[in-house]
């Protein structure tokens, strides 16, 4: 099946930049621009938060008040990658970030608002996370 590789994490100082890579292989029937690619976001002892995401074939995107103004999400199609970029970063951003892939069918043929990539379990595929961690 469709696979996701996260990359790019590591240590930052309050203030600072990370920018994250989520690569996307292994496309059997669809492509890159079949995909809604999301974020999300977990620390130890809380739930997974939804972050953001992108739909690649137009770039439309979508993000949650905690990361916004903050947070960028862009795509290099070409590339089958995903990037967020994170600046002014947080001792709260401090998680272990995850990339995942929502196939563009049905209903969600588009998404409008953040709920529906903010939630995880409709989510498929998964990469195996990176870890963020900001120093106050």
């Known amino acids: 099946e469709v696979e996701l590789v996260e990359s790019g994490g590591g240590l930052a100082e309050a203030g600072g930049s990370l920018r994250l890579s989520c690569t996307v292989s292994?496309?059997?029937?669809?492509?890159?621009?079949?995909?809604?690619i999301a974020w999300f976001r977990q620390a130890p002892g809380k739930g997974r938060e939804g972050i953001g995401c992108?739909?690649?074939?137009?770039?439309?995107?979508h993000y949650a008040d905690s990361v916004k103004d903050r947070f960028t999400i862009s795509s290099d199609n070409a590339k089958n990658t995903v990037f967020l970029q994170m600046s002014s970063l947080k001792p709260e951003d401090t998680a272990k970030y995850y990339c995942?892939?929502?196939?563009?069918?049905?209903?969600?043929?588009?998404?409008?608002?953040?709920?529906?990539?903010?939630?995880?379990?409709?989510?498929?595929?998964w990469g195996r996370g990176t870890q963020v961690t900001v120093s106050s």
């Open positions: 995942a892939a929502l196939l563009r069918r049905g209903s969600l043929q588009t998404i409008t608002t953040l709920a529906p990539c903010a939630f995880a379990p409709i989510f498929e595929l």
């Open positions: 292994r496309f059997s029937r669809f492509t890159f621009e079949d995909y809604h």
């Open positions: 992108i739909t690649s074939r137009d770039g439309t995107t």
